[in-house]
């Protein structure tokens, strides 16, 4: 079937079987390859992306659920070269190694910092409670949440 | 496999009437991990994402009802005075789970872990369904979940959500898991205190094939409120040994089995302490005066 999705601004539209995931839509029709496919259950998070502002994971949506409507994927957050401030936060913190779980955890901080400026560690943590990674042991993870949003809040 | 997309009720029921093999996705947080494992094949699959009625929650008469595509955050942010199914939603797996996750799609899982299931049971609701052949009915709680991922939906219907007297006292949900977050219960236990009535209505979940209510143990504690004049006077002391009884009653209540997440005999002690911290938890709620 044909799906027809506005995908970070811009209408896309690709012919997918109809099973097909919004995750797999993403990476394989529109080459889109910062929602990394993990797990394909929802534990993992590293699918993250926003359907109609809302964080989501893309492997748990048919693709067809977001004909006519808007996707918003990590790729949305740098212009041309320059990283977004919560990736250069993730660079400085030493926030990543394999980087696989990266995207996925960069788009759980842009959803949360948008609706907390300050957020406290507790909810930092749980507003990550859906992204998982094996390398890092998390705590730089949060250390560089916390620098991304001083950095913001000081409008730097 | 084909995908339809009705923007109305009347449309998906419709569809459900021609295509009664069609299933329903909603959150698609159960069924897309069925779909993306190849356990699932469906000849079709109608999409319930754009139908707004089933989007909306709304208080009646006394009553509550939930439409079956209300999201968990939707209800951790909307429906605070509905405390112990504010607690339960709050524990569903993690954000991006909750923010797609929906009371409908957990009815129409039927797992006995479904978190918002206890609560539902504690409440008494029924369940709405809806055909276009025979239009609307309401089943209680216990006679829609008839065992371990099974329901008494007809092929042609669907969930249009789940009502329930709206019940003063206090009240709460909690589970027993290996973490605070994404984690499926090993037990977990509602309970509500319904003043009117004067009735205790305890739910276990993950503890059996089906969800279950503890009833011996609901009518001991009423009971034992009443004899400590509890019902009538909040600030009565109920006797501590009645608390035991209780939780001991609960825990009896279980039907466990020993599975990967944990021991019958565990889960069964979960039940016990779920119990005790429950009843607890409400008779203090209630000693608080009303104007905190
Ligand atoms: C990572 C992860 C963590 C999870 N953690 C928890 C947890 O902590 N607690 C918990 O209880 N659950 C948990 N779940 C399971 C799931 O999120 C819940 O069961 C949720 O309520 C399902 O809702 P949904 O809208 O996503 O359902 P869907 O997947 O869309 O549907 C589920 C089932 O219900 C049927 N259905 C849906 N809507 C209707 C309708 N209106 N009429 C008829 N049938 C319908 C579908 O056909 C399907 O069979 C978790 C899932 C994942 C992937
Ligand atoms: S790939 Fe979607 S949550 Fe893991
Ligand atoms: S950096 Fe390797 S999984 Fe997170």
């Known amino acids: 079937m044909v799906v027809r999705t506005r995908v970070n601004g811009e209408w896309r539209e690709a012919d997918v079987w109809p099973g097909t995931s919004l995750l797999v839509f993403l ?17 993992c998070g590293s699918c993250s992306v926003w359907l109609d502002g809302t964080l989501t994971c893309s492997c748990l949506v048919l693709a067809a659920q977001a004909h006519e ?30 980087g696989f779980c990266t995207p996925g955890f960069v ?8 609706k907390d400026a300050n957020p406290s560690p507790a909810t930092v943590r749980e507003a990550l409670s859906g992204n998982l990674c094996r390398c890092t042991g998390y705590q730089k993870i949060v250390d560089a949440v916390h620098l991304a ?7 730097a | 496999m084909q995908v339809l997309l009705p923007h109305s009720l009347d449309e998906a029921l419709a569809i459900k009437a021609d295509h009664p093999e069609a299933l329903p996705l909603n959150g698609g947080t159960d069924l897309m991990v069925e779909l993306n494992f190849g356990r699932l094949r469906p000849a079709a699959i109608v999409d319930l994402n754009r139908v707004a009625e089933l989007t909306a929650w709304r208080e009646q008469d006394g009553h509550v009802f939930l439409g079956s595509g209300v999201t968990y955050t939707s209800i951790v942010r909307e429906m605070q005075a509905y405390k112990p199914l504010v607690q339960a939603s709050r524990s569903v797996g993690s954000p991006q789970i909750r923010n797609r996750g929906t009371v409908g799609g957990n009815l129409g899982t039927a797992s006995p872990a479904g978190d918002a299931l206890p609560v539902l049971a504690a409440y ?4 709405i369904l809806q055909s276009r052949a025979r239009g609307e009915r309401s089943l209680p709680w216990n006679l829609f979940l008839t065992g371990p991922k099974k329901t008494a939906i007809a092929p042609d219907e669907l969930i249009i959500g789940t009502s329930w007297r709206r019940l003063r006292g206090p009240g709460s949900f909690s589970k027993i898991g290996t973490r605070n977050a994404m984690v499926i219960a090993v037990a977990g236990l509602c309970l509500v205190i319904d003043e009117e009535r004067r009735r ?14 503890a009833t011996q143990a609901e009518e001991r504690v009423a009971a034992a409120l009443t004899t400590s004049g509890t019902w009538d006077d909040r600030s009565a002391p ?24 944990g021991t019958a005999a565990y889960r069964r002690h ?20 009303t104007w905190l």
């Open chain 2, 238 to 261: 109920l006797n501590p040994q009645w608390v035991d009884e209780f939780a001991e009653l609960v825990a009896q209540a279980a039907q466990p089995l020993d599975d990967v997440r």
């Open chain 2, 270 to 289: 979960g039940c016990r302490v779920l119990a005790k911290r429950a009843i607890s938890w409400a008779l203090s709620e209630w000693r608080l005066p």
């Open chain 1, 27 to 43: 990476r394989e029709a529109l080459g889109l390859y910062g929602s990394k496919n993990a797990c394909e259950q929802g534990e």
């Open chain 1, 69 to 98: 409507r808007e996707v918003r994927t990590v790729e949305s957050l740098t212009r041309g070269d320059q990283l977004h401030p919560i990736q250069e936060a993730f660079l400085e913190a030493g926030a990543v190694q394999c």
């Open chain 2, 200 to 213: 205790v209505n305890v739910a276990l979940g993950s503890v059996g094939p089906t969800i279950l209510r």
């Open chain 2, 124 to 127: 008494d609701a029924e369940v």
């Open chain 1, 149 to 155: 949003a001083a950095r913001q809040r000081a409008g």
């Open chain 1, 107 to 114: 788009v759980a901080v842009a959803d949360l910092l948008e």
